[in-house]
C-alpha cells in the first residue's frame, strides 16, 4: 500500500507528489487523461486532438469551461503566464468585511514559495525583443489613453511565436509539470497511472480507500494520505461523489466557484493604426507578452492581450450583430469581405482578470454527470463587469478603436480555463473545504491542493500561485510527519 495516493497531476498533483517522494514516502499518482509524450502534441486545432490534452465541461446553460485532461494536467496546454498575487487580492473581503484567504496568507509569507516555483518552472520576464505585435499594439492602445501595463512573466524560453501554445508546445519551449516536477517524482519512485478515473473516496481502517476505473475495470487502491488535485471543477465533483462516505464534509464543497473574474474583447484597429500591415493577429505566443495592472488597486482588475483569436472572431460577430465594424452574421459574402479587409491585419484581442466573487457551484446532477450551476445571484459579478467594461468601452472610444465583448454579458466567461474556489481554504469549516494547511475539515490527511482550494479570484493568471501554495502545503506534510 502506497503511503499517498495523488488524484491529478496538474500543479497541485505533480508538485505534492514530487516533494513527497523526495522526502522518502511512497507515492502513486492517479491521471484520468492520456500520458503524452512530446512527439504526440500536435499544431492542430482538430477536436479529437484538442479532446487529448483539454476537456470542455459544458453546463446545463450551455457556458464551457476548459480543464487540462493529460498527464501534466493544465500545465501542458497552458499560456505560460506566471505571476505572483498582488497583496491587494490577498486582503480581499466578502460583504461582512471576512478577508477570503486565512491570516496566515499574504503575499510576505508567500514569496519564498513563489521563489521556489519561479525557479523550477524557469519563470522570467520577457524581453521587449520577444513580445509579439499583438502585445506592442495592446501596449500602444493603453499609452493612447495614459495607461501603464508591463512585460509578462512567462515560464517560456527562446518562444518561436508560432501560436499554436494551447495545443501544448511541440518544441519543448514551454517548462512544464513534464519537465520538471514529473520527472522529479519519478526519479524518486512515484508511479503515475494513466487513464484512471476515479470515482469515489471512503476512509479505510487505515487511511482512505480510493475507487477507480482503468481500461474498463474497477479497481482500487489505499494510501495512508490521499491529495486529491483534480481542478477547480472535478476536485468538488470527486467529494461530492464521496459525500455518502464522507458525511462531515463541509456544506461549501462545489460552492464560491469563479472564474477570476475572466471576461474578453475583441477591438477591430483604424486603417493604419502603427503599421498593422505586417501584423497577423493568430501569430505569436498566445498570451502577448504584456500584462496591465494600471487600474487594479482602485477597480480590482487586470487586462492582458492575445489567445483564441480565431473563435473569439466568431463569437464577437454573433454578439455584437448591430456594431458597425463587425458582420451581421459569422458566415456568407459579408463575413468574407470582413475576413479579406480586417481580419487579420486590424484585430486585437485581450482578456480581464479580476477580483470577481463568481455566482456559480459545482453539482452533481440527477444521473450522477458534473454541472456548474448559475446561483441566480449575479449582483456582484454584474457590479465588477460594469466598472470593467466602462473603462474598456472608454479606452475605445479615446482610440478610435472598436471594442466590442467578445461573448454576450450573460456568457461571461464562457470557455473560462480558471476554474478557483470550489474547495476553498479558509479558517472555518463554515467558511470552506480545507483549512490553511490543505487538510479537508473534519479527516485527517485528506487534502484537497489545486485551484479549487484557492479561496477567491486573483486578478492574474492562477499557475504560480497554485505552485506556491502547493509547495507551501507539501512543506508542512513534510515537516509535521
Given at each position: 500500500m502506497p503511503e499517498v495516493v495523488v488524484i491529478g497531476s496538474g500543479y497541485g498533483g505533480s508538485i505534492l507528489a514530487a516533494r513527497l517522494a523526495e522526502a522518502?514516502?511512497?507515492?502513486?499518482?492517479?491521471?484520468?487523461?492520456?500520458?503524452?509524450?512530446?512527439?504526440?502534441?500536435?499544431?492542430?486545432d482538430d477536436l479529437k486532438y484538442l479532446q487529448k490534452t483539454i476537456e470542455l465541461v459544458v453546463s446545463s446553460d450551455n457556458i464551457g469551461f476548459?480543464?487540462?485532461t493529460m498527464v501534466g494536467g493544465a500545465s501542458v496546454p497552458m499560456d505560460g503566464g506566471s505571476f505572483r498575487v498582488p497583496q491587494r487580492s490577498f486582503d480581499a473581503t466578502d460583504a461582512q468585511g471576512r478577508r477570503y484567504w486565512p491570516e496566515s496568507y499574504n503575499r510576505a509569507s508567500m514569496d519564498p514559495y513563489y521563489a521556489t516555483a519561479e525557479e523550477m518552472l524557469q519563470v522570467r520576464q520577457f524581453g521587449w525583443d520577444e513580445i509579439p505585435k499583438a502585445g506592442g499594439l495592446f501596449a500602444k492602445m493603453l499609452d493612447m489613453v495614459g495607461a501603464s501595463c508591463e512585460r509578462a512573466r512567462f515560464n517560456y524560453t527562446d518562444c518561436l511565436q508560432c501560436g499554436f501554445c494551447a495545443q501544448g508546445c511541440i518544441y519543448d519551449k514551454k517548462t512544464t509539470m513534464l519537465r520538471t516536477y514529473l520527472p522529479l517524482a519519478e526519479a524518486n519512485g512515484a508511479e503515475v497511472r494513466a487513464g484512471a478515473y476515479v470515482d469515489h473516496i471512503e476512509p479505510a481502517e487505515s487511511g482512505y480507500a480510493?475507487?477507480?476505473?482503468?481500461?474498463?475495470?474497477?479497481?482500487?487502491?489505499?494510501?495512508?494520505?490521499?491529495i486529491v488535485a483534480g481542478g477547480g471543477i472535478h476536485s468538488p465533483a470527486l467529494l461530492l461523489r464521496s459525500a455518502n462516505h464522507l458525511p462531515g464534509l463541509s456544506e461549501q464543497v462545489g460552492k464560491n466557484f469563479n472564474n477570476n473574474g475572466e471576461h474578453g474583447f475583441i477591438g477591430i484597429?483604424?486603417?493604419?493604426?502603427?503599421?498593422?500591415?505586417?501584423?497577423?493577429?493568430?501569430?505569436?505566443?498566445d498570451n502577448s507578452g504584456m500584462l496591465c495592472f494600471h487600474w487594479f488597486d482602485e477597480e480590482g482588475f487586470t487586462l492582458h492581450p492575445g489567445g483564441g483569436i480565431e473563435p473569439s472572431i466568431f463569437a464577437a460577430a454573433l454578439a455584437a450583430k448591430d456594431h458597425p465594424s463587425l458582420p451581421s452574421k459569422a458566415w456568407?459574402?459579408?463575413?468574407?469581405r470582413f475576413v479579406e479587409s480586417v481580419y487579420p491585419h486590424r484585430v486585437i484581442a485581450f482578456s480581464s482578470l479580476g477580483l470577481d466573487p463568481g455566482h456559480r457551484s459545482v453539482i452533481l446532477k440527477k444521473d450522477g454527470s458534473v454541472d456548474v450551476k448559475d446561483t441566480g445571484n449575479r449582483s456582484a459579478t454584474d457590479a465588477y463587469l460594469d466598472r470593467m467594461e466602462s473603462i474598456v468601452f472608454d479606452i475605445g472610444k479615446q482610440t478610435d478603436i472598436a471594442l466590442?465583448?467578445?461573448?454576450?454579458?450573460?456568457?461571461?466567461?464562457?470557455t473560462a480555463a480558471h476554474l478557483l474556489s470550489s474547495c476553498r481554504m479558509a479558517e472555518r469549516i463554515e467558511d470552506g473545504v480545507v483549512g490553511p494547511d490543505g487538510q479537508v475539515f473534519g479527516y485527517e490527511n485528506l487534502y484537497v491542493c489545486d485551484a479549487s482550494a484557492l479561496p477567491f479570484a486573483l486578478g492574474v493568471n492562477p499557475s504560480l500561485t497554485i505552485s506556491a501554495m502547493t509547495e507551501r502545503v507539501a512543506e508542512g506534510i513534510v515537516t509535521n510527519g
Amino acid at each position: 500500500m502506497p503511503e499517498v495516493v495523488v488524484i491529478g497531476s496538474g500543479y497541485g498533483g505533480s508538485i505534492l507528489a514530487a516533494r513527497l517522494a523526495e522526502a522518502g514516502l511512497s507515492v502513486v499518482i492517479l491521471e484520468r487523461g492520456p500520458r503524452m509524450g512530446l512527439s504526440d502534441l500536435r499544431q492542430s486545432d482538430d477536436l479529437k486532438y484538442l479532446q487529448k490534452t483539454i476537456e470542455l465541461v459544458v453546463s446545463s446553460d450551455n457556458i464551457g469551461f476548459r480543464t487540462g485532461t493529460m498527464v501534466g494536467g493544465a500545465s501542458v496546454p497552458m499560456d505560460g503566464g506566471s505571476f505572483r498575487v498582488p497583496q491587494r487580492s490577498f486582503d480581499a473581503t466578502d460583504a461582512q468585511g471576512r478577508r477570503y484567504w486565512p491570516e496566515s496568507y499574504n503575499r510576505a509569507s508567500m514569496d519564498p514559495y513563489y521563489a521556489t516555483a519561479e525557479e523550477m518552472l524557469q519563470v522570467r520576464q520577457f524581453g521587449w525583443d520577444e513580445i509579439p505585435k499583438a502585445g506592442g499594439l495592446f501596449a500602444k492602445m493603453l499609452d493612447m489613453v495614459g495607461a501603464s501595463c508591463e512585460r509578462a512573466r512567462f515560464n517560456y524560453t527562446d518562444c518561436l511565436q508560432c501560436g499554436f501554445c494551447a495545443q501544448g508546445c511541440i518544441y519543448d519551449k514551454k517548462t512544464t509539470m513534464l519537465r520538471t516536477y514529473l520527472p522529479l517524482a519519478e526519479a524518486n519512485g512515484a508511479e503515475v497511472r494513466a487513464g484512471a478515473y476515479v470515482d469515489h473516496i471512503e476512509p479505510a481502517e487505515s487511511g482512505y480507500a480510493v475507487h477507480y476505473v482503468q481500461d474498463g475495470a474497477a479497481k482500487e487502491i489505499h494510501g495512508d494520505r490521499v491529495i486529491v488535485a483534480g481542478g477547480g471543477i472535478h476536485s468538488p465533483a470527486l467529494l461530492l461523489r464521496s459525500a455518502n462516505h464522507l458525511p462531515g464534509l463541509s456544506e461549501q464543497v462545489g460552492k464560491n466557484f469563479n472564474n477570476n473574474g475572466e471576461h474578453g474583447f475583441i477591438g477591430i484597429l483604424p486603417e493604419g493604426f502603427f503599421g498593422t500591415d505586417d501584423y497577423s493577429c493568430y501569430m505569436g505566443s498566445d498570451n502577448s507578452g504584456m500584462l496591465c495592472f494600471h487600474w487594479f488597486d482602485e477597480e480590482g482588475f487586470t487586462l492582458h492581450p492575445g489567445g483564441g483569436i480565431e473563435p473569439s472572431i466568431f463569437a464577437a460577430a454573433l454578439a455584437a450583430k448591430d456594431h458597425p465594424s463587425l458582420p451581421s452574421k459569422a458566415w456568407g459574402l459579408e463575413y468574407k469581405r470582413f475576413v479579406e479587409s480586417v481580419y487579420p491585419h486590424r484585430v486585437i484581442a485581450f482578456s480581464s482578470l479580476g477580483l470577481d466573487p463568481g455566482h456559480r457551484s459545482v453539482i452533481l446532477k440527477k444521473d450522477g454527470s458534473v454541472d456548474v450551476k448559475d446561483t441566480g445571484n449575479r449582483s456582484a459579478t454584474d457590479a465588477y463587469l460594469d466598472r470593467m467594461e466602462s473603462i474598456v468601452f472608454d479606452i475605445g472610444k479615446q482610440t478610435d478603436i472598436a471594442l466590442v465583448p467578445a461573448v454576450p454579458r450573460k456568457l461571461s466567461g464562457t470557455t473560462a480555463a480558471h476554474l478557483l474556489s470550489s474547495c476553498r481554504m479558509a479558517e472555518r469549516i463554515e467558511d470552506g473545504v480545507v483549512g490553511p494547511d490543505g487538510q479537508v475539515f473534519g479527516y485527517e490527511n485528506l487534502y484537497v491542493c489545486d485551484a479549487s482550494a484557492l479561496p477567491f479570484a486573483l486578478g492574474v493568471n492562477p499557475s504560480l500561485t497554485i505552485s506556491a501554495m502547493t509547495e507551501r502545503v507539501a512543506e508542512g506534510i513534510v515537516t509535521n510527519g
